[in-house]
């Protein structure tokens, strides 16, 4: 029997594919790697680009990633598959408007926490919520 | 005729209400079943990074990441993933119960306090009662895709590399079963190193092209990834929560119909026992 690997491709959102291979070949930073088992460890980063796993009947399978991290193990393969194209300065543009839309919502806030006051607050809607149930008991 | 029109429109009403609830309750039951199944689904992903992960943190590479570095903390980040909607019985008032509690330790404790906030209930909760607030997301929906939290985590991460926050914690309710829901806070960053027995061999990854960048996103999907988690556990927890508040809510209104029902019914027959008494008078006097 040929030596196999085992190859889990998942996403942040989803399991992508699992199962046995025989070969994958994926778009690594520095180039396109071919992974055969026994490989030695290996960790880097993916451009976006298709992901192909030759599996143990010949047949090759292909799946698009934008971009990931690849781990190899001897036996082993994961590729973590980013469902979103990543670039530092897309990645910064939504930091840029997560800040903002904090700084809008604060308009007219202070820095500071009144804990007594949160405490109070919270305090008299769990009471209200004990109250809710116990007269729910009653009923 | 003691109110008995009046009795019959509120019995009508709530009825209505009561139909409304009911619907609620059969939607929440339907979209929890999804949520529970997108939970399931992230997490393979989580496993295999939080793998990677532990497989670093014992593969002795020449760069220590920040991430897995303890350092004294002067200032924490809180990330706090509430719901965007109401009708959830009390979930985001225990969430935030729990999370004001351990903000008053730390303040106690002498440390400041950084937040960002996930969903509308916390926005509106710590806009009214103030907080230095990083980075907000709100209307994530029923099913969150990871790119809308990029911008909102990575806000914190920087905060955490510019070195103004140095422990970052994560809020969120914890899904247990449909009926229970726990309100819990855990540490982010630094990353927990466990200490697998399997795993003390001397090894290291072969890192392309660089070990540096090569951790620095693999860190940043780890964190990422477990925002995800809480945020997509917060969701199925929502959904239970809200169908176990409609349930009761629709039970309640069953009860309150019962009741009226009978007041009515007594109002009734009063009615009649009047009208029959006063024709039986009316007829003696003649």
Known sequence: MAMTLH???????????????????APAEMGEVGIAPRHTPLLTRLKPGEVRVQNQEGEELSFFVSGGMLEVQPHVVTVLADTAIRAHDLDEAQAMEAKERAEHML???????????????????????????KLRKKS | MAGAKEIRTKIASIKNTQKITKAMEMVAASKMRK????????????EKIHTVVTHLSHAHPEY??????????????????????????????????SVVTAMKEWSEAGLEIDLTLIGTKSNAFFKRLGGN???????????????????????????????????????????????????????????????????????????EPDS??????????????????????????????????????????GDLIDE??????????AAITQEISEIVSGAAAV
């Open chain 1, 7 to 25: 190859v889990d491709i998942v996403s942040a959102e989803e399991e992508i594919y699992s199962d046995t291979a025989t070969m994958v070949f």
């Open chain 1, 107 to 133: 308009a007219d806030n202070t820095a500071d926490i009144d804990y007594a006051k949160a405490q109070a607050e919270l305090a008299q809607s769990m009471a209200q919520l004990a109250a809710i149930k």
């Open chain 2, 35 to 46: 949520a529970q199944e997108r939970m399931l689904a992230t997490r393979p992903y989580a």
């Open chain 2, 64 to 97: 220590h990441h920040p991430y897995l570095q303890e350092r004294e903390a002067k200032r924490v980040g809180l990330i706090i993933i509430s719901t965007d909607r109401g009708l959830c019985g009390g979930l985001n008032i225990n969430l935030f119960k």
């Open chain 2, 133 to 207: 607030i990083l980075s907000t997301a709100t209307h994530l929906g029923d099913a969150p895709s990871i790119v809308e939290l990029i911008g909102t985590v990575k806000v914190m991460l920087d905060a955490y590399e510019a070195g103004s926050i140095d422990r970052l914690y994560l809020a969120h309710n914890e899904f247990e079963n449909t009926m229970s829901q726990h309100p819990q806070v855990k540490q982010l960053i630094p990353v927990a190193g466990e200490s697998d027995e399997q795993l003390q061999t001397h090894w290291d990854y072969i890192y």
């Open chain 2, 212 to 253: 540096v960048p090569v951790m620095d996103s693999l860190m940043i999907r780890y964190i990422e990834s477990l925002v995800y988690q809480g945020v997509v556990e917060n969701v199925a927890c929502e959904q239970a929560a809200r169908m176990v508040a409609m349930k009761s809510a629709t039970d309640n209104a």
């Open chain 2, 260 to 269: 009226l029902q009978l007041i009515y019914n007594k109002a009734r027959q």
